[in-house]
């Protein structure tokens, strides 16, 4: 099976930075996914890493080591609306998308 | 309509009964998914479909059944519900299998 862990809880100041790391191991590899879920709303995506390296989108920055089996979703400059869960998504041999437990961020002014 | 619907928003049912979940999507996806969200497991794969009248099981695929007869809709069918059911389930599109995956609003299903 998949594994992919990923911290539960996770609290930062308004202005700060976080960053939510992500363990995976799975059976084969083809791709990251992080999204951004909101309390009650469906899951948004926020970023794909396929290749080792940071993708950088605005405020939210991604990074990838396929040989460690781990990334990061680094967010920047927090704002409150950024108070969500955060996902990390491993795409498979199979192609089958599996989901960490995510992990709720919480800002505080 | 634009991106992906589902069907109803919440329900209530009695055990045993039987139960359809609508979705669907208007960006001609090739693939559609079924998850389950349940709290601290994070979102699992009940049955997907990698193109039309296509369809594959996933993580939890027990008790549910799905159909692809087109590009637009993949019901999910609770045949005889059970208390174990209860939870919050996403239907998702994606492009492609390996494309980022777009998710309806979510059914909140009880079951009692």
């Known amino acids: 099976g998949q594994n992919i862990d990923q911290p539960t809880e996770m609290t930062a100041t308004e202005g700060a930075i976080v960053q939510i790391n992500c363990t995976y191991q799975t059976s084969g590899f083809n791709g990251l996914f992080w999204y951004q879920q909101h309390a009650g709303e469906a899951p948004t995506f926020l970023s794909y890493?396929?290749?080792?390296g940071l993708e950088e989108k605005g405020r939210f920055s991604s990074f990838l080591s396929r040989s460690k089996g781990y990334s990061y979703l680094l967010l920047k400059e927090l704002q409150m609306k950024d108070s969500a869960s955060y996902l990390c998504a491993v795409i498979s041999n199979d192609y089958k998308l599996s989901f960490g437990a995510g992990t709720t961020v919480t800002v505080r002014a | 309509i634009a991106g992906i619907t589902q069907a109803p928003t919440s329900q209530i049912l009695a055990a045993g009964r039987r139960m359809t979940l609508r979705c669907t999507q208007d960006m001609r996806h090739n693939a559609m998914y079924w998850y389950r969200q349940d709290l601290g497991l994070g979102l699992r794969l009940i049955h997907y479909?990698?193109?039309?009248?296509?369809?594959g099981k996933g993580e939890v695929p027990d008790g549910y059944s799905v159909s692809r007869a087109n590009t637009d809709d993949f019901p999910l069918t609770l045949a005889s519900a059970v208390p174990s059911q209860t939870s919050v389930y996403f239907c998702?599109?994606?492009?492609?299998?390996?494309?980022?995956?777009?998710f309806g609003p979510g059914t909140r299903l009880t079951v009692l």
């Open positions: 890493n396929v290749l080792d």
């Open positions: 998702a599109s994606s492009e492609t299998t390996y494309n980022e995956q777009f």
């Open positions: 479909s990698n193109t039309a009248g296509t369809t």
